[in-house]
């Protein structure tokens, strides 16, 4: 039998990732593809580094992406940055802060970790009450947005918390880039990761990172070899570094980092500060639509990301049939539960280029249909008309 060509569906995307891909950065990944030491393409690298150095609010000369997706970044940051023996408070809300935790042991660091409730921030006394009871701490690392419950967390007093105690910071700025206020150098973050596939909408697999000069000074006199052939920034560094001559490490993902390049423009063009507004007015107005049908959020209101709307699934309600009706009948996807909060939540995500008045009206009017045809105990018929209010306003 003759394998075909793979044509996949049009859908549209309101998960916790990947987001909707704009047809200009689908586009760009269609563009020519060149040598990966080109005159051409180095250009382009450098361009990308201020890009990215825009977006995260750093001077960080070692900003660049990853090449893979943003497990790989998170690794890259702890790979780079602990030492067998160190140890590290992990600040833990959600399914994320676990990974966390395994990066640790795995880097033979010793992991502390904080728990806080899922749904919740990051309680910023338990972080203080641990660094006291352990001043032989070296790093702090928490999410800033945790996908899988929709909390933010308060990543300026987490991070001068940790400067009091003379720890460096990793920070999870996965869903936060682009989609909520983060300012690396301002906040003083020292090694920060995040994606290209959420608030981003550039398609998966790279990681954006940057890294402090004090995150670096660390980096470079380590007592060990970094653990990771691949994610070792001292080698890393020949290719992407600054005032280097690029030197081969790995062939670059050329035409991924067209696309990055291309919504990183797109940010550019926004503005970062109208992308963070944009974000939480589109949020105003799903919740709107959301609550008017009588659907609840599982995060309080003050901890709510806009690019990650958690929803309890009302009683009696099929989760799984849901998903898949509107999959199916409206080519719409939304997120499942992850982990604790499988089959007890929905995630509807509002990033990035699917932050959007058309996504949010089309979102309330699918489940507001397939909700009433599954005899849900929510308010049907009103949902569209809410959201449309805010949106106007
Ligand atoms: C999606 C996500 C990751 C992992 O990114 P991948 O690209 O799936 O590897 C890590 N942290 C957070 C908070 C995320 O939302």
Redesign the pocket.
């Known amino acids: 039998m003759a394998i075909k060509s793979f044509h996949p569906p049009q859908r549209t995307l309101m998960g916790?990732?990947p987001s909707d891909v704009s047809a200009r950065v689908l586009a760009a990944l269609a563009r020519p593809t060149i040598g990966h030491l080109d005159p051409m393409f180095v250009t382009m690298m450098d361009e990308m580094k201020e890009l990215l150095k825009y977006a995260f609010q750093t001077k960080n000369e070692l900003t660049m992406p990853i090449s893979?997706?943003?497990?790989?970044?998170?690794e890259a940051c702890f790979v780079n940055l602990v030492e067998p023996g160190d140890k590290v408070i992990i600040c833990q809300n959600?399914?994320?802060g676990g990974?966390m935790k395994e990066n640790v042991e795995r880097c033979g660091g010793v992991a502390v970790m904080i728990q806080d409730d899922w749904g919740r921030a990051v309680d910023p006394q338990k972080l203080a009450d641990t660094l006291k009871a352990n001043p032989d701490t070296k790093v702090v690392a928490f999410?800033?947005?945790?996908?899988?419950t929709g909390a933010l967390s308060d990543a300026k007093t987490l991070v001068a918390l940790a400067h009091k105690h003379g720890c460096l910071t990793i920070v999870?700025?996965?869903?936060s880039l682009a989609g909520s206020p983060l300012k690396v150098d301002e906040w003083g973050i020292d090694a920060i990761?995040s994606?290209?596939?959420?608030c981003l909408s550039c398609t998966?697999?790279l990681?954006p990172v940057s890294f402090s000069p004090r995150a670096l000074e660390k980096i470079k006199n380590r007592k060990t070899k970094v653990q990771s052939w691949f994610l070792d920034l001292n080698l890393v560094m020949g290719y992407w570094g600054a005032a280097t001559k690029r030197a081969y490490h790995h062939t670059a993902p050329i035409n991924a980092l067209y696309g990055l390049h291309e919504s990183l423009v797109m940010l550019q063009e926004e503005g970062l500060e109208n992308s963070w507004a944009r974000h939480q007015k589109n949020h105003l107005a799903l919740r709107a639509g959301l609550e008017a049908m009588g659907l609840q959020f599982v995060v309080p209101e003050k901890e709510r990301l806009p690019q990650l709307n958690a929803l309890t699934i009302p009683a009696g309600v099929d989760d799984a049939a849901l998903r898949a009706t509107l999959l199916n009948e409206y080519q719409l996807e939304i997120g499942a539960g992850l982990g604790v909060m499988a089959g007890k939540v929905w995630r509807i995500g509002l990033m990035g280029y699917a932050s959007n008045p058309r996504n949010i009206l089309f979102c309330l009017g699918a489940l507001d249909d397939v909700l009433g045809r599954m005899k849900a105990p929510v308010k049907n018929g009103v949902a569209v008309a809410a959201a449309h209010k805010v949106l106007a306003g």
Not at 68 to 74: D, I, L, T
Not at 143 to 148: Q, R, W, Y
Not at 195 to 198: L, M, R, S, V
Request: net charge neutral; hydrophobic share 30%.
């Open positions: 916790p990732g893979a997706p943003g497990s790989a970044g998170m959600g399914v994320f990974r999410v800033h947005a945790e996908t899988s999870d700025a996965v869903t990761y994606g290209t596939q959420k998966p697999g990681s």
